[in-house]
């Protein structure tokens, strides 16, 4: 017979763990709405600056911009690689990593910047070099400006060859999946719509058309990076909203079984209990 003292005890503690997920799960799903919100209002902003570079850039020799050029192919490739700061969130960075250590275990002259103490982690035991770590900058994209600044010095001095940001991409509440971006050197597209065209071709750009593009892009790269951070919150909240969810109902279903133990058990003690003083009573007959 099961200690009925100890079933008891463990369903309490089962109803405990259930609140607490139950709570967690709820603040997980505000936070992915504010942050599916914040992607989505940048959203506007990021098309026109795409449309503008891609352009601009068609207008200019390209080789004398180094951010449009091919980089030096002998140097470093660096990787940005976002994870999280905070764990119970399901495998989410588990097939984040699995997806960068596939892409990337061929490749040689590998560097990393860390966004989030998860990926600093695994850098480390893969005794991979890490440049910087940006994980205690709160928000993530308070560091966008910092990191952006030291690719561009780096791309420029022709350390690297290519930069690239591995993160997970939002593609639903209930997926996400691990994407690599490359971010420089910077792709134009081999085409641009008559819309973009139309678009500014009502503008007089001053000075001219290459400072106006080497202030651009920058900026550029900064969207670039945001947008990845922002998906990667997003991707974030969700998969730590699904987790708590599927502990709330793995506590639940606990719940459920310990009690009909409990109650299997409390009805084998009345039914000895009984059986006692029967036979007590006819003892005593």
Not at 11 to 38: G, L
Request: charged share 25%.
């Amino acid at each position: 017979m099961a200690n009925i003292k100890t079933v008891k005890r463990r369903i309490k503690s089962a109803q405990n763990i259930s609140q607490i997920t139950k709570a967690m799960e709820m603040v997980a799903a505000a936070k992915m709405k504010k942050a599916q919100d914040t992607a989505l209002r940048g959203k506007p902003y990021a098309d026109k600056i795409n449309s503008a570079v891609n352009v601009l850039a068609r207008k200019v020799d390209r080789r004398k911009h180094v951010l449009l050029g091919q980089g030096n192919q002998n140097g470093t490739k660096l990787v940005i690689l976002i994870s999280t700061n905070k764990g119970l969130c399901g495998g989410l960075n588990t097939n984040l990593f699995r997806f960068c250590f596939n892409l990337l275990k061929d490749v040689k002259n590998l560097e990393f910047v860390t966004i989030g103490k998860k990926g600093e982690n695994f850098v480390i035991r893969w005794h991979k070099s890490l440049v910087a770590d940006f994980s205690q900058n709160l928000p993530f994209t308070a560091s966008v400006p910092a990191i952006i600044q030291m690719i561009v010095d780096g791309f420029g001095q022709f350390r690297f060859r290519e930069v690239s940001v591995i993160f997970n991409s939002f593609i639903s509440a209930l997926k996400q999946q691990p994407l690599e971006r490359r971010i420089l050197p910077i792709g134009i597209a081999d085409v641009t719509t008559p819309q973009e065209e139309a678009s500014f071709a009502e503008f007089l750009l001053e000075p001219n058309i290459t400072e106006v593009l080497n202030s651009l892009l920058p900026h550029y790269l900064e969207n670039q990076l945001r947008t990845a951070i922002l998906e990667a919150s997003a991707s974030e909240h969700s998969a730590r909203m699904i987790a708590m969810k599927n502990a709330t109902d793995a506590a639940f279903d606990l719940i459920s079984e310990l009690t009909l133990v409990y109650n299997k058990a409390r009805q084998e003690k009345i039914t000895y209990e009984i059986a006692d003083m029967v036979t007590a009573r006819l003892l005593v007959k």
